[in-house]
């Protein structure tokens, strides 16, 4: 074997825990700013992941919202298996049976008019396509969203993400706008009665939008329930106005459903729920189940004006076979086992425990979400809504001490939601226990102060 000159031999032996710590701080990059949780995975099987100690720990998150049908799930090993062996990677202009049988398996469960896709990576990678795509077909550039969103790390993605620090980077594409969010626990446009006046909020931000463009709006982009910005559902009724204000300035919807597609809210997709189709619909996280897979899908009409401009968006990845292959075994498991009636009915049990702590703990201000798509708001006092992020971050970490991962987006000024999205097979027993720990949590952490 040859060996570089300077280089340190790979030790053979397993690292002590810590010597594994030692090597982490000496040799990764830190990119997140609550660091890394202070344990070492060891093995993720169904809804559990378990510790260097053996300890076995509830994933209420779907990892990185991404394990839909928890890890290792039998039809994705065998498919993986499988693939790895027999078709894995190809040249971006070849395609493979898995790619197009997917794309017929998504448009089986989508609208009609959403028929034409394209498979790629990650979600930050699908938004940027999409992106892309709009400002190609629209022939303008302006992309509006809310001013909770989040969309991803990559530059077009990113600049039109504004729940996490925009600070830091330098310059990022103009002709990015936001409209608020419409949050009906937060907002302050309300009637007479004291209710969310969401028409008002929506009215208000276009103009601010009207004001702002150059005359050149090619998309609105929108999480159908804001995940990372604080699991917020907008009002029923609100997608068919924003429809509307779109299309009356010509402007695409892009509906990004990373977190939300793909049952997990007890529809196929969240924007069903809201009786909308949108132009282009971005899939990623839950597509692959755990693997890296997204989507863009997007009707005929779009899809053949941008062919007909050159676009181009030929990545490594672009319509891999192992990829697809792992997005079909998550959509045919997905429907064959109905897991969108799983989603509600699981759902629903989740709500009502999550209600229930409501009663006991006056600190849960509100409950919200959809399916197994939930989350609750911590605050100091009921009355003033007065956000109480580190009492979230305490109840984070009493819930890890005692066998519990929840809270997607933990840190510092975004604790006091704390986000639940267990794996669509998680059984009733660990939903309810997860559920237990959650009140002891918020008990000791209650009693530490
Ligand atoms: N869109 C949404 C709604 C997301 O929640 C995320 C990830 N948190 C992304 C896009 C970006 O996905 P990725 O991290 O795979 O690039």
């Known amino acids: 074997m040859t060996t570089v000159p300077g280089a340190r031999q790979a030790e053979s032996s397993p690292q002590s825990t810590e010597e594994f710590w030692g090597s982490a701080r000496r040799h990764l990059i830190r990119y997140g700013p609550a660091g890394f949780i202070p344990s070492i995975i060891e093995r993720a099987d169904g809804c559990f992941l378990y510790d260097e100690s053996g300890r076995a720990i509830l994933d209420f998150t779907s990892g990185q919202m ?95 993400t504004y729940s996490l620090s925009r600070a830091g980077y330098g310059p990022l594409a103009p002709g990015n706008l936001i409209i608020p969010t419409p949050n009906p626990y937060r907002s302050v446009f309300r009637d007479e009665e004291g209710a969310h006046d969401w028409e008002a909020e929506l009215d208000f931000g276009f103009a601010m939008v009207d004001r702002q463009s150059v005359g050149s709006l090619a998309a609105f982009i929108a999480e159908p329930i804001l995940g990372t910005g604080g699991l917020i559902a907008p009002p029923d009724g609100y997608f068919a106005a924003l429809r509307k204000k779109c299309d009356e300035r010509g402007m695409l919807l892009i509906i990004d459903e990373a977190q939300t597609g793909l049952c997990r809210t007890g529809d196929w997709y969240a924007f069903q729920h809201q009786g909308i189709v949108p132009d282009i619909l971005t899939l990623s996280k839950t597509l692959g189940a755990g693997l ?104 984070t970490a009493a819930c890890f001490e005692l066998g519990l991962h929840l809270n997607i987006a933990q840190m510092p000024g975004v604790n006091s939601i704390l986000r639940i999205a267990p794996p669509l097979t998680i059984p009733e027993a660990a939903l309810d226990s997860g559920l237990a720990i959650l009140d002891e949590a918020l008990t000791i952490a209650r009693k530490r102060g």
């Not at 993986?80 to 202009?93: E, K, Q, W």
């Not at 790619?99 to 017929?104: F, K, N, R």
């Not at 989603?343 to 703990?361: F, P, S, T, V």
Request: charged fraction near 25%; hydrophobic fraction near 40%; glycine fraction near 8%.
């Open 66 to 160: 991404s394990s839909l049908l928890g890890h290792s799930h039998p039809a994705v090993v065998e498919t993986v298996s499988r693939s790895i062996a027999t078709l894995d990677h190809l040249f971006s202009g070849m395609l493979s049976r898995p790619l197009v049988d997917l794309a017929e398996a998504l448009s089986r469960t989508l609208p009609e008019a959403l028929s034409k896709t394209m498979i790629l990576s990650t979600g930050g990678e699908s938004n940027e396509a999409a992106i892309k795509m709009a400002k190609l077909y629209t022939q303008k550039h302006e992309i509006v969203s809310f001013d909770q969103s989040y969309h991803g790390s990559t530059h077009a993605a990113g600049a039109a």
């Open 292 to 395: 890296p897979v997204s989507a863009v899908v997007t009707t005929e009409e779009i899809e053949a004006t941008c062919s007909d401009r050159r676009f181009m968006f030929t990545t490594t990845h672009v319509s891999d076979p192992l990829a697809a292959a792992v997005g079909l075994t998550v959509v045919q498991t997905l429907e064959e086992e109905k897991f969108d009636a799983t989603a509600r009915r699981l759902g629903e049990r989740l709500r009502q425990g999550l209600l229930d702590l409501q009663n006991r703990h006056e600190r849960i201000g509100d409950v919200r979400g959809r399916g197994l798509f939930q989350g609750i708001e911590l605050v100091m006092d009921r009355e003033t809504k007065e956000p109480a992020d580190n009492f979230g971050t305490a109840v």
